[in-house]
């Protein structure tokens, strides 16, 4: 470890030690004002430790149109060239003051009532976290937006890929509005929907042509009427990804229906092709006893995925070489060390953590199941997480008789996510109180169409 990040352990150690010690004063409502030292800011401007990137204590203005995604976890991912870029924000929003955008965005708020709802992702900063009217994870947020008939506007919190999806379920008359095009989602970037078109043309030119073992036919069914593979899509993906599975007998799924879907896929192929998140179709997949060596990883800069034929017919689970820069920071280091520093502690990580990291912890899975335990835990526990640190810094605040850290210590966000400032939320707000709808998201007839088909299906499987 670093010697900064040894420092950041060690801080981050002492303010655990201190929350502990003060849980009985916190639960009788008598916390001294120094205990709120336990939830530390992703960025402080006075000193910057508290970032993996000094650079996350720019305005996101300053860095929203520079080449790549900005500082941060993602810093270093390969951007598409046609990704979003927004343009300037004007000066009256990247002048004002903390309290003058309190003022303007509580203001919009009351003005607009119903017309608008403000959906914000468990990941976003507390910032904007306050404004929203409903918290959750995108497809909680998705489904939201379409229980909300009364909303004119949804402005959506979150990035790229979750707006696409609240637009598909919303009605064509509801707007879907991301308050900066430049969050988007490194991880769904990491598929565009030409290479997985690329990659489905190769795989039926091995599969799909009654070769293999199994003695498929010359239509790529076998003799249960299996197609050759399945595509499935993690919700972390582009609306023509979801469509793509949608028009050629696939599904898409979530990080808490994941072995659901693919018990699904199953029934009815003889494989499945699993994008973007390589993690969480790898860990989904050993959960239901399916080994590493049926699981070919598909780089989809060579051919055949960097793959022989052979080894796609003996796959079982053909994984897209995609992952999220947040959740891969996690290490089994990080697991050793918080047991050694904390012994009894509980740990528990995301499924897009790598495999190791998963099989190390206590416990794995989606961001409401993480919620849940934390919701669950018996008070006094200590508690190690492995997901964005948002999150766990707000799961510390409503349980303040646990001891909850992150397990990364070097603090690191969503960076994607951190784009969506106060600024750009007053702006957006305002626009829409002067008639106009910036930076809507919409998502075209057959793309939604088959989007629709394919998370449909996600619905309608069970278990
Ligand atoms: S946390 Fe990871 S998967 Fe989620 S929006 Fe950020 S980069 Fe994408």
Same mark, same amino acid.
């Given at each position: 470890?670093?010697?900064?990040?040894?420092?950041?352990?060690?801080?981050?150690?002492?303010?655990?030690?201190?929350?502990?010690?003060?849980?009985?004063?916190?639960?009788?409502?008598?916390?001294?004002?120094?205990?709120? &030292?336990?939830?530390?800011?992703?960025?402080?401007?006075?000193?910057?430790?508290?970032?993996?990137?000094?650079?996350?204590?720019?305005?996101p203005w300053a860095i929203d149109r520079d080449?790549?995604?900005g500082?941060?976890?993602?810093?270093?991912?390969?951007?598409?060239?046609?990704?979003?870029r927004q343009?300037?924000?004007?000066?009256?929003?990247?002048?004002?003051?903390?309290?003058?955008?309190?003022?303007?965005?509580?203001?919009?708020?009351?003005?607009?009532?119903?017309?608008?709802?403000?959906?914000?992702?468990?990941?976003?900063?507390?910032?904007?976290?306050?404004?929203?009217?409903?918290?959750? @994870?995108?497809?909680?947020?998705?489904?939201?937006?379409?229980?909300?008939?009364?909303?004119?506007?949804?402005?959506?919190?979150?990035?790229?890929?979750?707006?696409?999806?609240? @637009? /598909?379920?919303?009605?064509?008359?509801?707007?879907?509005?991301?308050?900066n095009l430049a969050?988007?989602?490194?991880?769904?970037?990491?598929?565009? /929907?030409?290479?997985?078109?690329?990659?489905?043309?190769?795989?039926?030119?091995?599969?799909?042509?009654?070769?293999?073992?199994?003695?498929?036919?010359?239509?790529?069914?076998?003799?249960?009427?299996?197609?050759?593979?399945?595509?499935?899509?993690?919700?972390?993906?582009?609306?023509?990804?979801?469509?793509?599975?949608? !028009?050629? $007998?696939?599904?898409?799924?979530?990080?808490?229906?994941?072995?659901?879907?693919?018990?699904?896929?199953?029934?009815?192929?003889?494989?499945?092709?699993?994008?973007?998140?390589?993690?969480? $179709? !790898?860990?989904?997949?050993?959960?239901?006893?399916?080994?590493?060596?049926?699981?070919?990883?598909?780089?989809?800069?060579?051919?055949?995925?960097?793959?022989?034929?052979?080894? &796609?017919?003996?796959?079982?689970?053909?994984?897209?070489?995609?992952?999220?820069?947040?959740?891969?920071?996690?290490?089994?280091?990080?697991?050793?060390?918080?047991?050694?520093?904390?012994?009894?502690?509980?740990?528990?990580?995301?499924?897009?953590?790598?495999?190791?990291?998963?099989?190390?912890?206590?416990?794995?899975?989606?961001?409401?199941? /993480?919620?849940?335990?934390?919701?669950?835990?018996?008070?006094?526990?200590?508690?190690?997480?492995?997901?964005?640190?948002?999150?766990?810094?707000?799961?510390?605040?409503?349980?303040?008789?646990?001891?909850?850290?992150?397990?990364?210590?070097?603090?690191?966000?969503?960076?994607?996510?951190?784009r969506?400032?106060?600024?750009? &939320?007053?702006?957006?707000?305002?626009?829409?109180?002067?008639?106009?709808?910036?930076?809507?998201?919409?998502?075209?007839?057959?793309?939604?169409?088959?989007?629709?088909?394919?998370?449909?299906?996600?619905?309608?499987?069970?278990?």
């Amino acid at each position: 470890m670093s010697s900064v990040a040894e420092l950041l352990h060690r801080a981050a150690a002492a303010e655990r030690a201190l929350a502990q010690a003060a849980a009985p004063l916190v639960a009788a409502g008598r916390a001294p004002v120094e205990l709120q &030292l336990t939830t530390r800011p992703i960025a402080l401007k006075a000193t910057g430790l508290s970032s993996c990137d000094t650079a996350l204590t720019r305005d996101p203005w300053a860095i929203d149109r520079d080449p790549g995604y900005g500082p941060g976890a993602s810093t270093g991912d390969p951007v598409p060239g046609d990704a979003p870029r927004q343009g300037p924000l004007p000066e009256r929003y990247t002048e004002a003051s903390e309290a003058q955008l309190d003022e303007w965005i509580t203001a919009a708020k009351a003005e607009l009532g119903d017309r608008v709802s403000i959906l914000g992702h468990f990941y976003q900063r507390d910032e904007i976290v306050k404004y929203a009217d409903f918290v959750g @994870d995108s497809f909680m947020l998705a489904q939201a937006a379409k229980q909300h008939p009364e909303a004119e506007a949804f402005v959506f919190c979150g990035v790229h890929f979750m707006a696409e999806t609240a @637009d /598909i379920l919303s009605s064509p008359d509801q707007a879907v509005i991301l308050p900066n095009l430049a969050a988007g989602c490194s991880m769904a970037d990491m598929a565009t /929907i030409d290479q997985v078109e690329q990659c489905w043309d190769e795989l039926m030119s091995v599969l799909g042509d009654g070769t293999d073992a199994a003695g498929t036919d010359a239509a790529g069914t076998d003799g249960e009427g299996k197609q050759p593979v399945i595509p499935v899509t993690y919700m972390n993906s582009s609306a023509a990804i979801k469509a793509f599975c949608g !028009r050629n $007998g696939g599904i898409v799924c979530t990080s808490s229906n994941a072995e659901t879907v693919l018990e699904w896929a199953f029934a009815r192929g003889q494989r499945v092709v699993f994008f973007p998140d390589q993690h969480l $179709g !790898r860990n989904t997949a050993k959960a239901m006893g399916i080994s590493e060596s049926e699981m070919p990883l598909w780089r989809p800069h060579l051919a055949l995925g960097g793959n022989t034929a052979e080894e &796609l017919r003996d796959a079982k689970v053909i994984l897209w070489n995609g992952f999220c820069s947040v959740h891969k920071r996690f290490t089994v280091d990080q697991i050793e060390r918080a047991r050694a520093d904390y012994p009894g502690v509980r740990v528990i990580v995301h499924p897009e953590c790598p495999a190791p990291v998963v099989e190390a912890a206590d416990g794995a899975g989606s961001t409401e199941y /993480i919620r849940k335990q934390v919701e669950a835990a018996a008070p006094g526990e200590v508690l190690a997480i492995g997901t964005e640190i948002n999150l766990v810094n707000r799961l510390q605040q409503q349980r303040p008789d646990l001891t909850i850290f992150c397990l990364d210590p070097v603090v690191c966000p969503c960076s994607t996510m951190y784009r969506i400032h106060p600024a750009y &939320l007053a702006w957006t707000l305002e626009s829409l109180i002067a008639g106009e709808q910036p930076n809507r998201i919409t998502v075209d007839g057959a793309v939604a169409e088959h989007s629709r088909v394919a998370l449909e299906r996600m619905l309608a499987a069970k278990p």
